[in-house]
């Protein structure tokens, strides 16, 4: 699964939603039209010019519905684009999990939701997106969704039920499958939708509104001079509203089920992929058809339906025609043809797996490289990754992983991952403690931030990348006063000793996605500002790469081609920036340029920065790093573990 291609693939479904919206549009405007203009004939039909009368009544009533139609479309989805996620998830009721409130949470015992979080942890570095927020729908039935507009911002959902009904590789087929809608894109094409579906059914509960009220008032039909005329009309435009509004939600199913159904076969699909683990997803499919039921009783799930891993409520006949999701036996048939649809459960409590040894080893992220271009590992998440995730995090002291599961520990745990690799003078450290001291007076302790940095230095350094996204889920939960003051410190520590390493690079870049998390619909088309951009971050890939200056040169050549070569970089030069020249902060200014660009360049910058680093056929730690800063800036997973 290349993150590119369903990207596009993302995009093309989302302009034929967009086509399908409007031609929904376009159909409802003509049957209000007509309904309205032959409601006003029967009605008030006298006179000598009541067609016309009726025309432009239906006219102006048409132009009203279509405007409050599509305001209401641009609102919805604009406010789900400003809250992403988490706005999806408080909609249903949702509780964020953390460290700190698992013990407050009732009918889950705590065992089971730090197996979630293990496993959404697990999932989230073998993929290279951000660790999303998880959040509990206090229901019984086996469900679960995500929801998001980036990677960045979306979150994850996990009904009580599912947490105690599913046993751990179940869970982690069903969580797969909500990673595979991330990493799809299908994240923001259902907010979209969710979006679309309120528009179109926004002028049903008008009419729903307006025909409660009307039936609270006089009930009989009065003549025009007794002031009946008025009644008839709002009696009219209510009807013609219920009715409009009933269609609308009619061709919001239809939309729906056209463009979910395929999305949730390559969503189970991918979930096997993933964990290579076929039953997992069937059995956990199966439960809810054996009787466990996925029903999510929140007034809002029928909002959001379409994002489910199962309908969230009961569906037969019409609207089981036209659901947002396939028959749960054909997916399970897609996934294992031969499964055995027999199986009968009873109660199952999730148990604890043993912890297993690992050798321990120093050798941090220098590895050979062969195969495909690092650029199609972004979001192809493998067994080997699940596996090697779960073993970093029992790597990682539980100490330092406490740390970054709470707010107060994880920012001074940020900063001293920073101090970590900064040479460690005494005026270095005077200058870090003052930047610290300077935002947060004594709320940090300079004790605390130095036991954290000593901790970190004995820590792998193939590690501490893993445990820097580890923080991210808490960054994405500050305020923007607490979000500035983190910006500020960490330009401040990795500025402290007069240069940035490409470690300080990946966090700044890091950092910079979490704090702004932008879109990357639209793009800078600047291409001479690009090609420079390219040819300093190249050149500067190459320059950590361990080589002779002729194999530099050779590795910078290689990358370059990758631009000249495409149609895209039509302009692009052969020279290449003198290594004297590059600099670290030139390569974050360089980032930013290259974050702009249009999404079809970001794939060719991709390429070309990837083909430079496998040039001597392995990966440095600085290479791996600087890897990290590059997918961050271009928006797209991180490669391989």
């Not at 079809?600 to 990290?628: G, H, M, P, R, W």
Request: proline fraction near 3%; hydrophobic fraction near 40%; charged fraction near 25%.
């Amino acid at each position: 699964m290349n993150f590119f291609e369903q990207q596009d693939k993302a995009r093309s479904k989302t302009a034929r939603l967009v086509i399908m919206f409007l031609t929904g549009i376009v159909v409802l405007a003509i049957i209000a039209f007509v309904a309205v203009f032959m409601g006003y004939i029967l009605f008030l039909g006298d006179g000598y010019n009541v067609e016309e009368e009726a025309f432009t009544f239906a006219l102006l009533f048409t132009l009203v519905f279509v405007i409050i139609l599509l305001l209401a479309t641009w609102i919805k989805i604009s406010q789900l684009r400003r809250g992403g996620g988490p706005q999806v998830a408080k909609e249903l009721g949702g509780i964020l999990l953390e460290e700190g409130n698992l013990d407050k949470i009732e009918h889950v015992s705590q065992h089971k939701l730090k197996v979630l979080m293990n496993i959404n942890k697990e999932m989230a570095l073998a993929s290279g997106v951000p660790v999303p927020n998880l959040y509990l729908i206090e229901d019984e039935g086996v469900n679960a969704f995500a929801a998001g507009y980036t990677p960045l911002n979306s979150v994850i959902g996990v009904t009580s039920g599912a947490v105690n009904s599913l046993n751990r590789e179940e869970l982690q087929g069903v969580i797969a499958h909500e990673y595979s809608h991330i990493l799809n894109g299908d994240v923001k094409i259902n907010l979209r939708f969710a979006g679309i579906l309120f528009g179109l059914t926004v002028i049903y509960y008008i009419g729903e509104f307006l025909l409660r009220i009307l039936g609270r008032g006089t009930r009989r039909r009065s003549s025009k001079k007794e002031g009946g005329g008025l009644g008839a009309v709002l009696i009219i435009i209510a009807i013609a509203c219920f009715v409009i509004g009933i269609i609308g939600r009619l061709f919001a199913n239809i939309i729906g089920s056209l463009v979910s159904k395929q999305r949730e076969f390559l969503a189970d699909a991918s979930a096997v992929q993933f964990t290579r683990n076929p039953n997992g997803i069937a059995n956990a499919l199966n439960k809810i058809r054996s009787g466990f039921g996925s029903e999510v009783t929140s007034a809002s799930s029928s909002k959001f339906s379409h994002m489910f891993f199962g309908i969230p409520a009961k569906s037969s006949g019409f609207s089981a025609l036209f659901g947002t999701h396939p028959p749960l036996t054909d997916r399970i048939k897609r996934i294992d043809p031969t499964f055995d649809f027999s199986k009968a459960y009873g109660d199952q409590k999730t148990k604890a797996e043993p912890a297993k040894k690992l050798n321990r080893d120093n050798k941090g992220f220098i590895e050979n490289v062969t195969g495909a271009i690092i650029a199609t590992q972004a979001g192809n998440v493998q067994v080997v990754n699940i596996k090697k995730a779960g073993e970093i995090l029992k790597k990682i002291p539980d100490k330092l992983l406490n740390f970054a599961s709470k707010k107060t520990e994880a920012i001074p745990l940020l900063y001293a991952l920073i101090m970590a690799g900064s040479k460690q003078t005494k005026l270095i450290g005077s200058i870090q403690k003052r930047i610290i001291s300077e935002k947060y007076g004594s709320d940090i302790s300079f004790r605390g931030l130095e036991e954290k940095t000593e901790s970190i230095k004995k820590l792998d350094l193939g590690f501490r990348l893993p445990l820097l996204n580890l923080i991210i889920p808490i960054i994405k939960q500050l305020t923007e006063k607490e979000k500035s003051l983190v910006n500020f410190c960490v330009k401040g520590l990795a500025l402290a000793d007069g240069k940035i390493s490409t470690f300080e690079i990946a966090v700044i870049q890091i950092l910079k996605s979490a704090l702004n998390d932008k879109d990357d619909d639209f793009g800078s088309n600047n291409e001479d500002t690009e090609c420079m951009s390219i040819s300093r971050v190249v050149c500067f890939i190459a320059s950590k790469g361990n080589m002779n200056e002729v194999n530099t040169k050779k590795a910078i050549e290689k990358g370059l081609s990758e631009c000249k070569n495409s149609p895209i970089f039509s302009k692009h030069s052969s020279k290449f920036v003198p290594l004297s020249e590059v600099k670290p902060e030139d390569v974050l200014k360089s980032l930013e340029t290259l974050s702009k660009s249009i999404f079809k360049k970001k794939e060719v910058c991709l390429n070309a920065f990837s083909e430079t680093i496998k040039f001597d056929k392995k990966i440095t730690t600085e290479e791996k790093e600087l890897q990290y800063a590059i997918f961050e800036a271009l928006g797209c997973p991180h490669p391989k573990i």
